[in-house]
């Protein structure tokens, strides 16, 4: 194809992609069934079936286009050309994706939740598997080779569009942390059950059978590329660039130091990420290794060995959509609604997505029996497993088979209940999470009631002091480490503030603190986090009994004697900065710690008698 008429069709098709799935995105959301699924209908209009119509109307009207009149090239080919050129914003894409779900994957988390993931993971990855193999097996007399591919493509789940619709919600908690660790070993699940299937039948794949050095090779540069990545996106973030935004909102060099050190999201750190995810992706291609362990690999170095904040970067809504947009269009444009003129694929496709549906529905149900009894897991974690988009279906989309004609095309059939399940599944989580998200919501202000609780101020510059603590202050703290003291006063914010769970807020207040300790000096230690479980900034002191203190690695050596622990929403960096500048301004003044101390004891004194 000629260079002109490649530019041609890739700014068309680049342009009706964007408008088009921009507009039933948010159509589909006014609906209520959710801007992703809406977004996927949008690729789909601009997809083959469509172009073949406007390939008739170029044949019969020739004349009013003469460049595609003379080129004698359809639409539809010009299309695929064009789409295959930015088809590689499919895997970095999803390279980010499963980037942003291993934040949940810090050492503590997997600690406390890792048997419960592993649990839900291997429950609906296998009863899926073997349902869909059983299926395409015994009832359509596939080959056992072609029943596997399609059954470990049935076993994927797609993490795009519930991120999404968890970040617009502001889900946080252990159904989250449950549902991204289960995502992340699913996508290791899904390479092993390949290769697996890959050796077992490696004369049909033609595959050869990997000895000990290929696959310590493979790990090698797998490991190599992904522990680079971090390298260079820790290196980035701790640039002299990061201190110099803050400096210009606070001169309190100790709160610059302070806020660089917790790399708060900002474009810079979002470019870095994308810049780091892009390099992590194009280096696995080259060494032909898989781009999803690179990337997990660098975003487990990054959860354990860095900073939280970093992964707050890639969700800023702002700055996110474009991508969220460009990405379900792209997947959305390879439906094409020829392949239901076959009987045969029907039927495959119909029974396909019955048994993945029983699969994941069931599997999941059945993890949460065994790791929640009577809990509330039940209500929505099975239904966030239903899309299917996920890695192996962006390879499959990217690099096809290669493998025999028969894979191939079982394949092709396939691709449309792969995407039916994400507009259906992008629906459904979007409606299944706002649910969930309500209940929580009554559950906090029902707390919030009981306790009598005043609102605090939503504008940014007018919280104050008080507001941000309202009361909740602890008198002669009697604990023996930093780490009880964190958990006495995050359980006084479950007490007397307005958090839904405990150990998530304890959680991110360590993790915090092993990136970089939050002792200021003059015995002052201000543990901080930023959480989507809270809507407005707030606060909790405590005071270590007079001739105490702990050990909190300050930079002046002293012991630590005023704790004060700040919790900030995740949506609004600058609140977090507000919040933060106004404690570290009170805490400046000469003589004021002594006597909001004495003032606090008295007036808890009064409260007794």
Same mark, same amino acid.
């Given at each position: 194809?000629? $260079?002109?008429?490649?530019?041609?069709?890739?700014?068309?098709?680049?342009?009706?992609?964007?408008?088009?799935?921009?507009?039933?995105?948010?159509?589909?959301? !006014?609906?209520?069934?959710?801007?992703?699924?809406?977004?996927?209908?949008?690729?789909?209009?601009?997809?083959?079936?469509?172009?073949?119509? @406007?390939?008739?109307?170029?044949?019969?009207?020739?004349?009013?286009?003469? @460049?595609?009149?003379?080129?004698?090239?359809?639409?539809?080919?010009?299309?695929?050309?064009?789409?295959?050129?930015?088809?590689?914003?499919?895997? /970095?894409?999803?390279?980010?994706? =499963?980037?942003?779900?291993?934040?949940?994957?810090?050492?503590?988390?997997?600690?406390?939740?890792? !048997?419960?993931?592993?649990?839900?993971?291997?429950?609906?990855?296998?009863?899926?598997?073997?349902?869909?193999?059983?299926?395409?097996?015994?009832?359509?007399?596939?080959?056992?080779?072609?029943?596997?591919?399609?059954?470990?493509?049935?076993?994927?789940?797609?993490?795009?569009?519930?991120?999404?619709?968890?970040?617009?919600?502001?889900?946080?908690?252990?159904?989250?942390?449950?549902?991204?660790?289960?995502?992340?070993?699913?996508?290791?699940?899904?390479?092993?059950?390949?290769? +697996?299937?890959?050796?077992?039948?490696?004369?049909?794949?033609?595959?050869?059978?990997?000895?000990?050095?290929?696959?310590?090779?493979?790990?090698?540069?797998?490991?190599?590329?992904?522990?680079? /990545?971090?390298?260079?996106?820790?290196?980035?973030?701790?640039?002299?660039?990061?201190?110099?935004?803050?400096?210009?909102?606070?001169?309190?060099?100790?709160?610059?130091?302070?806020?660089? $050190?917790?790399? @708060?999201?900002?474009?810079? /750190? =979002?470019?870095?990420?994308?810049?780091?995810?892009?390099?992590?992706?194009?280096?696995?291609?080259?060494?032909?290794?898989?781009?999803?362990?690179?990337?997990?690999?660098?975003?487990?170095?990054?959860?354990?060995?860095?900073?939280?904040?970093?992964?707050?970067?890639?969700?800023?809504?702002?700055?996110?959509?474009?991508?969220?947009?460009?990405?379900?269009?792209? +997947?959305?444009?390879?439906?094409?609604?020829?392949?239901?003129?076959?009987?045969?694929?029907?039927?495959?496709?119909?029974?396909?997505?019955?048994?993945?549906?029983?699969?994941?529905?069931?599997?999941?149900?059945?993890?949460?029996?065994?790791?929640?009894?009577?809990?509330?897991?039940?209500?929505?974690?099975?239904?966030?497993?239903?899309?299917?988009?996920?890695?192996?279906?962006?390879?499959?989309?990217?690099?096809?088979?290669?493998?025999?004609?028969?894979?191939?095309?079982? +394949?092709?059939?396939?691709?449309?209940?792969?995407?039916?399940?994400?507009?259906?599944?992008?629906?459904?989580?979007?409606?299944?999470?706002?649910?969930?998200?309500?209940?929580?919501?009554?559950?906090?202000?029902?707390?919030?009631?009981?306790?009598?609780?005043?609102?605090?101020?939503?504008?940014?510059?007018?919280?104050?002091?008080?507001?941000?603590?309202?009361?909740?202050?602890?008198?002669?703290?009697?604990?023996?480490? !930093?780490?009880?003291?964190?958990?006495?006063?995050?359980?006084?914010?479950?007490?007397?503030?307005?958090?839904?769970?405990?150990?998530? @807020?304890?959680?991110?207040? =360590?993790?915090?603190?092993?990136?970089?300790?939050?002792?200021?000096?003059?015995?002052?230690?201000?543990?901080?986090?930023?959480?989507?479980?809270?809507?407005?900034?707030?606060?909790?002191?405590?005071?270590?009994?007079?001739?105490?203190?702990?050990?909190?690695?300050?930079?002046?050596?002293?012991?630590?004697?005023?704790?004060?622990?700040?919790?900030?929403?995740?949506?609004?960096?600058?609140?977090?900065?507000?919040?933060?500048?106004?404690?570290?301004?009170?805490?400046?003044?000469?003589?004021?710690?002594?006597?909001?101390?004495?003032? $606090?004891?008295?007036?808890? !004194?009064?409260? $007794?008698?």
């Amino acid at each position: 194809m000629l $260079s002109a008429e490649m530019t041609i069709a890739q700014i068309l098709l680049l342009g009706a992609l964007i408008i088009t799935s921009f507009v039933t995105g948010k159509i589909f959301r !006014k609906i209520g069934f959710g801007e992703t699924a809406g977004q996927i209908v949008g690729g789909i209009l601009i997809g083959p079936s469509f172009l073949k119509l @406007i390939d008739y109307l170029i044949n019969s009207f020739e004349e009013g286009l003469p @460049i595609l009149g003379k080129a004698d090239v359809s639409m539809v080919a010009m299309h695929e050309s064009a789409l295959s050129s930015l088809l590689f914003f499919l895997p /970095v894409y999803m390279g980010v994706v =499963l980037f942003t779900i291993t934040e949940e994957c810090h050492a503590d988390r997997l600690k406390e939740l890792g !048997k419960d993931s592993l649990i839900t993971s291997l429950t609906h990855t296998f009863i899926t598997f073997l349902l869909v193999f059983g299926g395409l097996y015994y009832f359509l007399d596939l080959q056992p080779f072609l029943s596997a591919i399609l059954a470990a493509v049935a076993s994927s789940s797609s993490p795009a569009s519930v991120l999404i619709a968890m970040t617009n919600r502001n889900v946080e908690g252990r159904m989250k942390t449950i549902w991204a660790q289960s995502t992340t070993l699913d996508t290791i699940a899904e390479l092993i059950l390949f290769v +697996i299937i890959l050796i077992a039948f490696s004369v049909q794949s033609q595959f050869l059978t990997p000895d000990f050095k290929t696959f310590v090779r493979f790990a090698a540069i797998t490991l190599a590329i992904g522990g680079g /990545v971090f390298l260079l996106i820790r290196s980035a973030v701790q640039n002299r660039i990061i201190c110099d935004e803050f400096s210009e909102k606070t001169s309190n060099k100790k709160l610059v130091d302070l806020l660089s $050190s917790d790399s @708060i999201p900002t474009v810079t /750190v =979002l470019f870095i990420v994308w810049a780091g995810i892009f390099m992590n992706v194009g280096f696995a291609m080259v060494f032909q290794v898989p781009f999803t362990i690179a990337v997990i690999v660098t975003g487990l170095l990054v959860s354990n060995y860095h900073s939280q904040y970093i992964f707050d970067s890639l969700k800023v809504p702002d700055l996110m959509r474009f991508s969220h947009l460009f990405f379900f269009a792209l +997947i959305g444009s390879r439906f094409d609604f020829e392949i239901f003129n076959d009987v045969e694929n029907l039927k495959m496709i119909g029974l396909y997505i019955l048994l993945r549906t029983v699969g994941k529905l069931f599997g999941t149900w059945l993890s949460c029996r065994i790791i929640d009894k009577g809990g509330k897991l039940v209500r929505a974690l099975p239904y966030l497993f239903i899309p299917n988009m996920g890695s192996t279906g962006i390879s499959l989309l990217v690099m096809g088979t290669y493998l025999s004609d028969s894979l191939t095309k079982g +394949i092709a059939a396939i691709i449309p209940a792969m995407l039916l399940f994400e507009v259906v599944g992008a629906a459904l989580v979007t409606q299944i999470l706002k649910k969930w998200k309500q209940t929580l919501d009554e559950e906090r202000v029902e707390k919030q009631e009981k306790n009598q609780a005043p609102a605090p101020n939503e504008t940014v510059e007018l919280i104050s002091f008080d507001q941000l603590l309202q009361d909740r202050v602890i008198i002669d703290i009697d604990v023996r480490s !930093k780490e009880d003291a964190i958990k006495m006063m995050c359980a006084e914010l479950l007490k007397h503030g307005n958090i839904s769970e405990l150990q998530n @807020i304890h959680n991110l207040v =360590l993790e915090r603190e092993k990136l970089c300790s939050t002792g200021m000096g003059d015995e002052i230690a201000l543990p901080h986090c930023r959480t989507s479980d809270v809507d407005n900034p707030m606060a909790v002191c405590a005071f270590v009994a007079e001739g105490e203190s702990l050990e909190w690695d300050s930079p002046d050596g002293q012991g630590v004697r005023y704790i004060f622990i700040l919790i900030s929403p995740t949506n609004d960096p600058n609140m977090h900065i507000e919040a933060m500048k106004t404690i570290t301004s009170r805490l400046m003044q000469p003589g004021f710690l002594q006597e909001f101390y004495e003032s $606090s004891k008295d007036k808890q !004194k009064n409260e $007794s008698s």
